[in-house]
């Protein structure tokens, strides 16, 4: 193709008809524009054109999400890059589950005035490329932060093209109070949804009780070190072969770890866990360490 003849008139991610000068002019081989949907992208000109003739074969909702995060935090774009827009993307540590974008969506709007009671009014087809999401599931994410009271929706309206209209938005205290504890850091969130098959249906079952256990409302204490001593006695018997897949160093300081609190043990020299989050960072220490074990195992001879 003579991409000197090409025509730059839409987006390469969403397909959205450029108005104004939302398009950049042309300098090497860089395309460049910036909309109210997506934000400023700067793409390599022949991926661009590869993305218009096959935009499914690509991440766009990720990518819209990319471009659209950065330019509300006043960041410079990434050029997108056919390496990049392959695999590159993945080092972002993006949301890619459905649990990870709803809390992402629900940070932004505390951070951008829902702390203060500010009312929002969303488009579906606008505010969804916040969340990395398609319009459908950005519905199902308000759907679910307003089912789990983390915010109020004053009035819904089907507007036409199938989008949605949510108005008068506001964070509860609970959302509040959810947005400002935040989420263990990716990609650990995702352990939460993921599938984690050991090829033993006991200790499976007894994973995925360990993490109805640790999340069932209303949270406790109690529940959450339940959990963790769950997930113990899952690690305890692999102790040694542990160290066929990680140094004999590691695997002696992670016990150390998992002993020095008082999740199994109740001696002296136990510390006291009084606050959620040192459960919490328990439980993902001890989830990871048996996800990361039943993967490598499978993996190798």
Same mark, same amino acid.
């Given at each position: ?54 935009? #499914?074969?690509?991440?766009?909702? @990720?990518?819209?999400? %990319?471009?659209?995060? !950065? +330019? /509300?935090?006043?960041?410079? $774009? ?118 984690? #098959?050991?090829?033993?249906?006991? @200790?499976?079952?007894? %994973?995925?009780?360990? !993490? +109805? /256990?640790?999340?069932?409302? $209303? ?83």
């Amino acid at each position: 193709m003579n991409f000197s003849e090409l025509t730059i008139d839409r987006c390469c991610i969403t397909g959205h008809i450029f108005k104004g000068n939302e398009a950049k002019p042309i300098t090497g081989s860089i395309i460049e524009y910036e909309t109210p949907y997506v934000g400023h992208v700067k793409v390599e000109l022949s991926l661009y054109v590869q993305m218009l003739n096959n935009s #499914s074969l690509y991440p766009r909702d @990720i990518l819209s999400g %990319i471009s659209k995060n !950065r +330019t /509300l935090n006043g960041l410079e $774009p990434i050029v997108f890059t056919s390496e990049f827009v392959k695999d590159g993307y993945k080092s972002l540590n993006v949301p890619e589950v459905f649990e990870e974008k709803a809390f992402h969506f629900l940070r932004h709007l505390h951070s951008t005035g829902g702390k203060e009671n500010k009312e929002f009014e969303l488009r579906s087809g606008v505010e969804c490329m916040i969340a990395y999401a398609t319009p459908d599931e950005f519905n199902r994410i308000l759907d679910f932060l307003n089912d789990e009271q983390f915010i109020n929706i004053g009035h819904v309206t089907k507007l036409a093209g199938g989008s949605v209209l949510y108005q008068r938005v506001k964070l509860t205290s609970l959302g509040k109070d959810q947005a400002r504890k935040g989420l263990p850091k990716m990609p650990l969130f995702g352990l939460v949804s993921q599938e984690i #098959s050991t090829g033993n249906l006991a @200790i499976d079952e007894k %994973i995925n009780h360990a !993490r +109805t /256990l640790f999340f069932d409302k $209303p949270e406790s204490m109690d529940k959450m070190r339940s959990a963790c001593e769950t997930l113990s006695h899952i690690l305890e018997p692999l102790r040694d072969d542990l160290e066929t897949y990680f140094s004999a160093k590691d695997v002696s300081t992670f016990f150390q770890i998992v002993n020095t609190f008082d999740i199994r043990h109740n001696k002296d020299t136990t510390k006291t866990l009084q606050h959620p989050e040192q459960l919490e960072w328990i439980f993902y220490t001890l989830l990871n360490t048996i996800n990361t074990y039943y993967k490598i195992k499978k993996r190798l001879p």
